[in-house]
Every structure is written in C-alpha cells, then in structure tokens.
C-alpha cells in the first residue's frame, strides 16, 4: 500500500463476481473439501431427510446450491427406485467436482451451473428441493429470488428443505485482507437467521405450512446431547410445503 493512501477497513461488496472468486477459490482447494456442510454432516441430513419421510415417495429431488455433491452422495442410496437427483450450483468448480464425485451413479441426473434465476428447471418439475446452508448467504434481493424460484419449481404437495446455522454471531469469523482492507466474514455469510424468522420468510413467499427445529449436526447422539444438557443448538432445519393451489392466485 502506497504511503500516500492510508489503510482503511471496509465491508466487502458481495455482489455475484466476488462471490463466485471465493467459492471457486474454495472448491479448487482439496484441503477444504471436509469443510463443507455435506462433506461435514452430509449423512445425518440424509438421514434426518429419510426419517422425516421426505425421501419416500419422490420423483425428482433438485440439490440448490449443491457444493461438491458430497450431499447427492449420501442421499442416492436412500432415495426410492426410479428417483433421480440434479445438483445445482453457481460455481463451475463446485459443478465439475459434484460431476466428478457422483458420475456414473444410476440415480445422478448430473449437476449444472446456475446462470439465471429463473432457471432452466421445469415448472413443478421437483418433488424435493434441498437449500441447505445457502440462506444465510443471500441478500434480501436474491434471497427473495432463490425462495421464488424454489417455489416455482416444486410440484404443488412438494417440498423444500433448508438448512441455516442457528443465532449465528457474525463476527466470530469476520476477516479483513491485509493488503486492501476488505472485510469479510469468510464463509461469505451476510445474515443470521433463527427458527422463527426462517418459518416467517418461508411463509411470506408462499409455502405453507412450514415447519422450523433446531438441531445441531453430526449425528443424532451430538443433537441429543444438545438437548439434554439445554445446550444451544447450532443449526437449524425448515420443511415447507408448497400449496397445492398456489394462494397467490386468489
């Protein structure tokens, strides 16, 4: 930095081309693969989505936002036959590595770049969609994009599925860029939600009825545990309907 220009912190702007540097940084980098929610967990979700009884009877399951498929991965054994699953993701490194893990599997429909909202997805095209970890990521402009399209792309009696951190306190993994002074909290979360206000913003664009719980993942012993000891749990899930008339029509 040059000496006539002093050092001076400033929120980063995420806007889409900032976003997709970090997470396709993030993806080229196998060492950070086991930091992502479905490489992480991604067994106790599928598990939890089985025991919900989500996976029964579907068709076509949509991953929005898939990551690296580890997800895809643990769910393909649960699903019923005949069912298929597509990942969906913004980043072409996180696409080619969900492509990598998951190819050849009967039940992988393939995963594909999310360019444009709406998307290519087929109106009630889905009977699951799964939004795990990505709300806490959005703006409340593409927030309302996302819920919109998950919406318009669910059968109606289909369901979404989301999951979010639980009370995050952003700050504990805010960071600044020694060289330009942008700071940044460095999972790129713009948002904290609770089980309450996840249920409301779920309601408001039109599912219903909508479920919230806490949990905390990794196994069903840990989120047990949580619950014994009153510990706050660190995670939170959603199970919204999509009406099978849509009420915006009335």
């Not at 993030?26 to 989505?49: C, D, I, Q």
């Not at 039940?107 to 109106?123: K, N, Q, T, Y």
């Not at 289909?158 to 700050?171: A, I, W």
Request: glycine fraction near 8%; proline fraction near 6%.
């Amino acid at each position: 930095m040059s000496a006539d220009k002093p050092f001076a912190p400033h929120p980063i702007e995420w806007n889409e081309e900032n976003t997709n540097r970090l997470w396709n940084f993030y993806s080229s980098l196998p060492a950070m693969e086991k930091k992502y929610f479905g490489a992480r967990v991604g067994r106790h979700v599928a598990r939890t989505l089985k025991r919900l009884g989500l996976l029964a009877s579907v068709g076509r399951v949509v991953d929005f936002s898939c990551g690296t498929g580890s997800l895809i991965a643990a769910c393909m054994p649960m699903l019923p036959p005949g069912a298929r699953i597509l990942g969906l993701d913004p980043s072409t490194r996180s696409v080619d590595a969900t492509e990598a893990r998951n190819r050849g599997a009967a039940a992988f429909e393939g995963a594909r770049v999310i360019e444009a909202l709406p998307s290519s997805l087929p109106e009630g095209g889905a009977d699951l969609m799964l939004l795990t970890e990505v709300v806490e990521h959005l703006s409340d402009e593409r927030l309302d994009e996302v819920l919109a399209e998950c919406l318009r792309a669910l059968a109606p009696g289909g369901r979404l599925f989301v999951t979010t951190p639980n009370g995050e306190d952003l700050d504990v993994e805010r960071t600044i860029c020694p060289e330009c002074g942008c700071t940044f909290h460095r999972w790129q979360h713009v948002r904290s939600w609770t089980a309450q206000s996840l249920a409301s913003r779920l309601s408001a664009v039109g599912f219903g009825p909508v479920e919230a719980r806490e949990i905390t993942w990794g196994n069903e012993l840990i989120d047990l545990g949580f619950s014994l000891l009153g510990r706050k749990k660190t995670g939170i899930y959603a199970v919204a309907t999509k009406p099978s008339a849509d009420p915006r029509q009335h």
